[in-house]
């Protein structure tokens, strides 16, 4: 009997310490290498927000202006658009819309305000729609538009 549970003491298989210790420093390692890149997703999602929401925001600004007897040179403010846009959960606080005649006799719609996001901001200075379509983020404070 005693033979019995000295050979089953004997096959029994676990992990030494060592190689628990060399599974939890793979995993540091690889915690260390996917926290920052998940950082930086997080913020190019929130970056990419509060484009979307000026990109409403100019939507907001034509069927306004579709609406209204809106010309060129005109400031749309963002009271006006209250009807036209749900805003309660917009990242943009203050903004308003410029209409503007291109070169080639189109009406252009151009966002000035600003939209923060846990911790990125981007500024809309007369920003067009293709403007804002194309920006990237190179940091967390970005302006738009000239």
């Given at each position: ?45 929130r970056f990419n927000a509060i ?96």
């Open positions: 009997m005693l033979r019995k549970k000295r050979r089953l003491l004997k096959s029994q298989k676990g992990f030494t310490l060592i190689e628990l210790l060399a599974v939890i420093v793979i995993l540091g390692i690889i915690a260390a290498i996917a926290i920052p890149a998940i950082g930086n997703v997080i913020k190019n999602s484009k979307s929401d000026a990109i409403q925001v100019i939507s907001a600004a034509k069927l306004y202006a579709a609406d209204n007897d809106v010309k060129s040179g005109d400031t749309i403010q963002q009271t006006d658009l209250s009807k036209y846009l749900d805003d309660k959960d917009s990242t943009l606080k203050t903004y308003s819309v410029t209409l503007t005649t291109d070169s080639d006799g189109k009406i252009d719609y151009e966002v000035n305000g600003s939209g923060t996001d846990g911790g990125v901001t981007i500024t809309f200075k007369n920003a067009t729609l293709n403007e804002i379509n194309s920006a990237k983020r190179t940091s967390d404070n970005v302006t738009i538009g000239q």
